[in-house]
């Protein structure tokens, strides 16, 4: 379906004059700690980009916490305070962690008082036993490779304004850390990022997105992402796979050809399916969507009209 329908299309030079009333300083070095292998990120885009959405994303909140109020006026019942919750998706290596992770800096330092979390579904996935018992590790990030009650049920604590935990995922050993736990102590807002978070798998009466106050996709043509995915992939077999014990080790000291020539087939027969079977599918639910052409840069926002 054509992403045009029911969405205002914003060139980036036009979205960045509709909000110019505060900066946050930033330097490049911070952003730097910020942004994920291979991603970019610039105190311009924060100016252009990303302060307008944080005010954008502020105006929902209190719209939401308006709507709150005289929904239990009506109901004649107290007003309670509900976590304002974000859900963040795209393609892997597309830059999803890198948006959750600086619109969670803007938030904190814009509004000090109320109190920004973030998880990632990652640590939502079956253990990786689990997934070998049913037969499907190698479709690892497919809608079935998610413990998507698990998930439902932690969102509706979240909602409900309960403390909770969420599972903790390891990009090192390529599976849920056994016991390790996020603690979730009642936000103000939570960021929810991952691959999935928009989808809507069968036999379900409850999915992840009715959970969510607003949602984000970032976008990018599938060839660019295959791009950023294999130098993403370099990058980390020169870096992070050298360490011991991570999964990837073997290759990392291995040969780096035969390395990359699994890189390309996973890209082709996991992600690439994955994004066009069930990632791309859920763009047109999102209520805005951020497209990146090359050097990851943002030329234009989408915004859900309806």
């Known amino acids: 379906m054509d992403k045009q329908m029911n969405y205002y299309k914003i ?74 919750v974000i859900g963040i998706t795209g393609s892997v290596a597309v830059g999803k962690s890198t948006t959750a992770r600086l619109l969670q800096l803007l938030l904190t330092t814009l509004y000090p008082t109320k109190k920004v979390q973030s998880i990632t579904t990652d640590g939502f996935l079956f253990p990786n036993k689990e997934l070998i018992r049913r037969d499907i590790l190698d479709r690892k990030g497919f809608p079935e490779s998610y413990d998507m009650e698990k998930l439902i049920l932690f969102l509706n604590d979240v909602k409900s304004g309960l403390k909770t935990e969420a599972p903790v995922y390891s990009h090192d050993s390529y599976d849920i850390v056994p016991g390790a736990v996020q ?48 130098e993403r992939f370099g990058v980390l077999l020169n870096t992070s796979f050298q360490k011991p014990g991570n999964y990837y080790y073997d290759y990392a000291i291995g040969n780096h050809d ?27 639910r999102a209520d805005l969507i951020l497209e990146k052409t090359d050097e990851h840069r943002i030329n234009t926002v989408y915004l859900r009209k309806y």
């Open 11 to 84: 060139p980036r030079d036009e979205w960045q004059d509709f909000y110019k009333a505060e900066q946050v300083s930033l330097s490049q070095q911070e952003l730097n700690q910020i942004q994920s292998v291979n991603d970019k990120i610039s105190v311009q885009d924060v100016r252009e980009i990303y302060m307008p959405l944080v005010h954008l994303l502020n105006m929902t909140l209190a719209g939401k916490q308006d709507l709150q109020s005289k929904k239990a006026d009506f109901l004649g019942i107290k007003a309670k305070k509900w976590p304002f």
């Open 258 to 284: 035969e390395a990359f020539k699994l890189a390309r087939n996973v890209w082709k027969t996991v992600n690439l399916k994955n994004l066009n079977t069930f990632i791309l599918p859920t763009r047109n």
């Open 183 to 230: 603690l979730i102590d009642q936000p103000d807002i939570l960021i929810v990022e991952g691959i999935n978070v928009l989808q809507l798998p069968s036999n379900q009466q409850l999915y992840v997105s009715d959970f969510f106050d607003y949602s984000i996709y970032v976008d990018a043509n599938a060839d660019l992402i295959e791009k950023w995915y294999l």
